[in-house]
């Protein structure tokens, strides 16, 4: 295992400038996660472990001198949106660690929830409902831990939160070997999202590899926002939004969702959304299908920045996506990435 130039630099330079230091390489050595890849079948077999697939917002934290930082998997600095996950990723007994994780919102029914996950982030006493489920540990007290087996990190990120007193709001995620077809039809029976099986003896290899494999129990993705418009009816803000995903260098239709916000919600994001408004379309009539063109008329092209995450039933036969519902943002990742999931 690597050790990081560590907590070795001049003796005159004070604690806390050393602390500085090592954060920064920590931040830099490990800018990236591993991701999943899409099955339609969990792997069969005791070398996968399995989890519950989380909704929420993959995080990667950083502690060095009892500092800690927060970073989104794309880079973006979210320290100041989870303050209480900093603070109890501070608490724990380590000189310096890098975590995986995912901040969530379990609701009543003890499921996660991206919704419920973005209504605590308004502030106020909700914040206190967002949670940490940690699952893989990558970097401790000066040791790079990704070329161990996944059951070994996962047994020292066990132990350590265990000798630290499981410090609020830092949850250890668990796992089950083996049994994934059953594990699986559980989890959708619960009306989870899914599952995550993951390789038992497989480092920690950053990018989309097949050592992790992501099971859904129902169709769901990011898609890029390409417009919207105005509620025919009633006082909502929005009528619905155009999406759209990347297919090499070029925009793809996906179809339009108009169910899923709050008054609140749609009231925000309409704000927002005319803030990115653009003067002409980003596709042309023929690129959206059956759009009529009295709708087409009524869409406000809006720059193909923005992300949304949409639950659906299917895709049809001429790419669109059947009985889609708004789930919220996904502003910690990057349109550019966008493209349409398929399972292998």
Known sequence: ?????????????????????????????????????LVDQPPAGEQWVHEI????????????????????????????????????????????LVLDMEAVVFDVKGKTSFQALQQALGGG?????????????LHLDGKDLTGLPLIDRKAKLKALLKSSGRPKPLRYSGHAPGQGAEIFAKACGMGLEGIVSKKADAPYTTGRQKTWLKTKCAQRQEFIILGFSGARTGERALGALYLGYRKGSTLRYAGKVGTGFTMQGASDLARRLTKLAVGKPVLTRAETGAVP???????????????????FTEWTHDGRIRHPSFQGLREDKDARYVTKERPL
């Open 1 to 37: 295992m690597k050790r990081i130039a560590a907590e070795d630099g001049p003796e005159k330079k004070r604690p806390r400038a050393r602390a500085a230091d090592i954060l920064k390489r920590l931040l830099g050595r490990y800018s990236a996660v591993q991701l999943a890849t």
């Open 53 to 96: 697939k989380l909704d929420g917002y993959r995080l990667l934290g950083f502690v060095a001198g009892g500092a800690a930082r927060l970073r989104t998997r794309n880079g973006k600095e979210w320290t100041e949106k989870f303050p209480l996950i900093a603070e109890g990723l501070e608490n724990l007994k380590v000189r310096n």
């Open 125 to 137: 006493e909700n914040r206190a409902k967002v949670l940490a489920c940690v699952f893989d540990i």
């Open 293 to 311: 063109a009295g709708e087409w008329q009524s869409i406000r092209w809006v720059k193909p920045v923005l992300l949304c995450e949409v639950a």
